[in-house]
């Protein structure tokens, strides 16, 4: 066993090996377990096939986890200095976004590097979730009182957000939101404060609700009443339940769903995959899965709770709730709880962009996990 | 105001959490450091109870909408109101070797019936007919079908309706209730019969082809039938698209949701040139006669004729009883493709690859000598020579120069039959090329051990006539200009027709793809020279077939294939003379050539069904047809001559 004093003595360059050795592997299993049902329900997707989805998403995953162990061998004080530059160049790129980007499917928008497609927002979402941490690592209780000093991070909130909703991906944006509110929290914002900035939402998302985009609109009110358009934007939802209602208890059988395999089901590789898995296993299937989920963002919480340093806490929680989000989100949108939007179900869905950066956010809550004993910043050890 | 400055510097980082250093001194420090552990796992644990709560909210939604509702939704299921219908994707062109189009599709702007929307269907077609006549034969299919078909199904009332047609039926609209305009395809072949029998054509699947590959039982959906159409039929094909419609419980479309266009199949270039193609069947005119002209280094078939010709566009739509009934009694068989599938006796044309047969078992040297007395006999029968009075003395080079029979009856009968069938497979002859159409034919070389296979005896005298390519042998026009190619290039070049597939260009068009024959060049020499002396030397059979060309030059050879046995007795009554035959008895005419003779690019052979006298006939057809090659000189061209211009107009 490796004592926490070894460890200590060997900080700032302790050894690879070292750090392996202290890597959760039981949550690296997790994920690959995850990784592994994504594969089987795409190879579904494919028609019973490698090809076109399981094949190159199970390669995207093979680099991302190589790419995910090499982010957790990186100490909090080298991720302090890359919070910075990250956030800026994820402002940098939502920016450019907006006006090189290409639109797809009404909303999102991505940009090609190199011949590979990139979503802005979605390293905006671990990139603010880093730099909001670095801010708050140092703040004790009376500095988190003071309002001057809640005004920065309130600003690199809301600037991601400003410029994903002017893309415009509503859910996103959310998230995005969401995930810079649960650190504010963590980090002791008092409750009035916090009730200071959440009692005007109502009103405010009225006036957003003016501003919105015609199909967003169309989105909520098939949202509300389906049945209005059962052809139109309420197609999605209504083919979705059908394929759930399908599965049924025990499901329809492994590449033998029906709505799915005969493609009423819309994006059954993306947005949908969760659909298609549990009318494929029925409702023991999709609750296993779920159960799964619930498994991963609970060990991130704990992995939070476990840390010695607030750096580490507030960063583990903030990937934890992006994970969350998504996850719900997702679920949400299939299951017809709230209005579709272009949110993937992370790890599971194809797709390269939103896979590796789940995966660089599962980096940085191993880095936090691996140096959870690690002294740093100001607070106690 | 110093003081003011300092105390802002000292005051504002030192809020936001900064330290602030002077000169190494601690001048401004953040407020002392609490521990923050508490709140946060106080505040992480009502996060984490959130989340559980969330999950567990959408777990029991799931339960509720897979178990509790799931009867009901699993039952929208079974009759899901959505239906997928296949749509036929555009069949790929065919273009010559210059992107010329020879088949590619027509938009079919159809009206069609829709009877559950007009309360009176006779009145609506009465008022259509007013506008558009229809014939009594439409009148009564359309009354068949309405009494078939459900009222929602659309019949057609008429195809290929033209602008002023469409505008008419929109004007009258009002008036025309359960009409509807409608667009499909249709196969069209802009060169009509100039290409018929290379590009083939295409008609509605049968139940057979639908058995084995279900996408043809697409509406619009075409097989190839003949030619390029047939041979290339999968790529051209395409891939079909889907649209889907919302329908309701008896099937009727209530309207389109999702429409995906097929995939144009791919295009396929040939190595044809239109232009020569054209040029080619004019100098033939209405003669039954085919024609192929041919790269000789290559093998690419630049023009392949066979007079007279068809229509391909009249098998989309079906061919009529009358115009059947009138092909198929057309003695010139105009739907054959005479240049694979017309089978002929190579008459004199056969004298060179008998030649070279003896040339290779050693029987015959270049030099040898035979004397020609104008006959031979041969196991007690007297063969003739064309010449009455025979050639005298002749070598090889004279022996083809005048076609000589007596000279190669004797080549023949000293070479013996297998080894003369063997040299003419090795030119093609007698064998199945592998040309890209359906339907060819190998022809035949005979042999003795064939002839003892069918039970027959082989005489001495068979041997004899094979000798000037009578008797039982039979080989094609295309054959034939394999033959020609394979002298002039020493190569063992296989006609074929296609260029490009889909933009890719076939790995056959290089030379260099072609295997050597294995035959020394001065044999090889000895024929053309031959060849080269019955054109251009004084006394050759075929002066007329000579080039108005300086430096240019053409080697030939030409060949009548009589059809029937001339007897001895009308032969030596002295007036015998096959023009005065009727036509169906007279011999063909046939010439093989290549060119330009130093430098052979282009090889042809022509063959004129009854065309009685090659010299007077084939030659001066063959030497026009290889003038027109020569100018136009495709294979050293990447445009069609005049096409650029045309393009830039």
Redo the contacts between chains.
């Keep these: 066993m490796i004592t926490d004093k070894r460890l200590l003595r060997a900080e700032p360059s302790f050894r690879v090996l070292a750090k392996l050795w202290r890597v959760s592997w039981l949550y690296v299993l997790l994920i690959c377990v995850l990784g592994g049902v994504g594969y089987g329900a795409l190879y579904s997707a494919g028609g019973g096939s490698a090809k076109p989805f399981a094949g190159p998403q199970s390669l995207r995953f093979g680099l991302g986890l190589v790419m995910m162990l090499g982010v957790a061998m990186v100490p909090p004080g080298a991720l302090v200095r890359l919070a910075w530059p990250l956030y800026a160049v994820s402002l940098g790129l939502l920016a450019a976004v907006l006006r090189v980007g290409h639109v797809g499917k009404g909303a999102e928008r991505w940009l090609v590097l190199g011949g590979v497609q990139l979503q802005p927002s979605e390293l905006a979402k671990i990139a603010l979730a880093l730099a909001l941490a670095a801010w708050f690592h140092?703040?004790?209780?009376?500095?988190?009182g003071?309002p001057?000093?809640l005004i920065?991070p309130a600003l690199m909130v809301a600037a991601p957000v400003a410029l994903v909703l002017k893309e415009p991906n509503l859910g996103t944006a959310v998230i995005i939101a969401a995930v810079g509110a649960?650190i504010f929290?963590?980090?002791?914002t008092r409750l009035w404060q916090v009730a200071l900035v959440l009692l005007p939402m109502p009103f405010l998302a009225r006036i957003a609700y003016q501003h919105l985009h015609d199909y967003q609109r169309a989105r909520i009110t098939t949202f509300l009443h389906p049945e209005s358009d059962?052809?139109g934007a309420g197609?999605n939802i209504i083919q979705s339940?059908?394929?759930?209602?399908?599965?049924?208890?025990w499901g329809q059988g492994y590449l033998h769903g029906?709505?799915g395999q005969l493609?009423?089901l819309p994006e059954k590789q993306t947005d949908f995959i969760f659909t298609m898995i549990?009318e494929e296993w029925?409702?023991v299937g999709?609750?296993s899965v779920?159960a799964l989920?619930?498994v991963m963002?609970?060990g991130g919480?704990l992995m939070?709770?476990r840390c010695r340093h607030?750096f580490g806490?507030?960063l583990a929680?903030g990937i934890s709730?992006n994970f969350?989000l998504y996850?719900?989100v997702n679920?949400?949108m299939v299951?017809?709880?709230i209005p579709v939007g272009g949110v993937p179900l992370p790890l599971i869905s194809y797709g390269g962009s939103a896979m590796l950066t789940v995966m660089f956010g599962f980096g940085l809550l191993l880095s936090v996990y691996v140096h959870r004993d690690v002294q740093f910043g100001?607070?106690?050890a | 105001m110093s003081r003011l400055f300092r105390s802002l510097r000292r005051g504002v980082p030192a809020a936001l959490g900064f330290a602030v250093r002077r000169r190494g001194r601690l001048i401004g420090r953040p407020p002392a450091d609490l521990p923050s552990r508490g709140i946060f796992t106080r505040r992480a644990l009502v996060l984490m109870t959130a989340q559980i709560a969330a999950l567990g909210a959408l777990g029991q939604r799931l339960y509720r909408l897979q178990v509790a509702d799931g009867r009901k939704y699993a039952a929208l299921a079974e009759n899901n109101r959505v239906s997928t219908r296949m749509l036929a994707p555009p069949r790929g062109r065919i273009v010559d070797r210059f992107g010329i189009a020879l088949a590619g599709n027509r938009i079919n702007w159809r009206a069609l019936l829709l009877a559950e929307e007009t309360t009176d269907v006779p009145a609506t077609l009465d008022r259509f007919s007013a506008i558009i006549p229809l014939d009594p034969h439409d009148r009564a299919r359309i009354d068949r079908e309405l009494k078939h078909d459900r009222r929602f199904v659309p019949i057609v009332v008429h195809d290929f309706l033209t602008w002023d047609d469409m505008a008419r039926i929109e004007v009258n609209a009002p008036d025309l209730p359960g009409i509807l305009v409608d667009v499909g395809t249709t196969r069209l072949y802009p060169q009509g019969p100039i290409t018929a029998h290379v590009v083939g054509y295409v008609a509605p699947a049968n139940e057979r082809d639908v058995a084995a590959d279900p996408d043809l039982a697409l509406p619009g959906m075409r097989i190839g039938r003949a030619g390029i159409e047939q041979f290339h039929d999968v790529a051209l094909r395409g891939t079909p698209g889907s649209v889907q419609m919302e329908v309701n419980s008896v099937g009727r479309v209530i309207r389109e949701l999702d429409r995906r266009d097929g995939i144009q199949g791919d295009t396929v270039a040939l190595s044809v040139d239109l232009g020569l193609q054209q040029a080619v069947l004019g100098r033939i005119a209405d003669q039954a006669a085919s024609a192929v002209v041919m790269d000789c280094r290559n093998g690419e078939v630049l023009a392949m004729v066979s007079t007279p010709s068809f229509d391909p566009s009249l098998f989309d739509s079906g061919v009529s009883q009358a115009q059947w009934a009138q092909w198929t009694a057309d003695t010139r068989t105009p739907l054959i493709n005479k240049t694979i599938a017309g089978l002929y006796p190579p008459g004199s044309t056969f004298k060179p690859a008998v030649a070279m047969a003896a040339l290779q078992a050693g029987t015959l040297s270049p030099t040898d000598r035979i004397d020609c007395p104008g006959y031979i006999d041969v196991g007690g029968t007297r063969f003739h020579c064309w010449a009455k009075h025979g050639h005298g003395s002749l070598n090889l080079h004279q022996g083809i120069k005048f076609s000589c029979d007596v000279f190669f009856y004797e080549v023949a009968r000293r070479t013996g039959m297998e080894a003369i069938a063997a040299s003419a497979h090795l030119f093609g002859l007698g064998t199945d090329l592998g040309i890209e159409l359906p339907h060819q034919r190998a022809g035949l070389i005979p042999t003795p051990t064939w002839r003892r296979s069918h039970g027959h005896h082989w005489n001495g005298g068979d041997t004899i006539v094979s000798g000037i390519g009578q008797g039982y042998v039979q080989v094609t026009p295309l054959q034939l200009a394999t033959y020609a190619s394979r002298i002039a290039t020493g190569r063992a070049v296989q006609p074929h027709l296609t260029r490009e597939v889909d933009g890719t260009m076939q790995p056959v068009a290089d030379p260099a793809h072609w295997p050597e024959l294995g035959l020394p060049e001065a044999h090889l020499e000895a024929l053309r020279s031959g060849m080269f002396a019955v054109v251009n030397e004084a006394y050759g059979t075929a002066p007329l077939a000579r080039l108005p060309l300086v430096g240019v030059q053409m080697a030939g050879k030409t060949g009548s294939a009589q059809v029937r046995r001339v007897s001895r007795a009308l032969r030596e009554s002295g007036h015998f003379n096959s023009a005065r035959l009727p036509w169906e008895f007279r011999p063909h005419a046939l010439f093989i050539c290549f060119a330009p003779y130093d430098a052979p690019r282009y090889a042809a052979a022509v063959v004129i069904e009854h065309g009685n006298a090659a010299a007077e006939v084939a030659a001066p057809l063959a030497r026009d047809i290889m003038m027109d090659t020569l100018t136009r000189d495709p294979a050293n061209r990447k445009d069609a001559p005049g096409q650029r211009v045309a393009d830039a107009i």
């Design positions: 140092r703040a004790g209780r009376a500095r988190m003071n001057l000093f920065p649960s929290l963590a980090a002791g059962p052809l197609y339940k059908i394929a759930l209602g399908s599965g049924g208890m029906t709505q493609n009423f549990a029925g409702l999709g609750l779920m989920l619930l963002i609970m919480m939070a709770l607030q806490r507030l929680l709730m969350f996850c719900v679920l949400s299951m017809g709880a100001d607070n106690e």
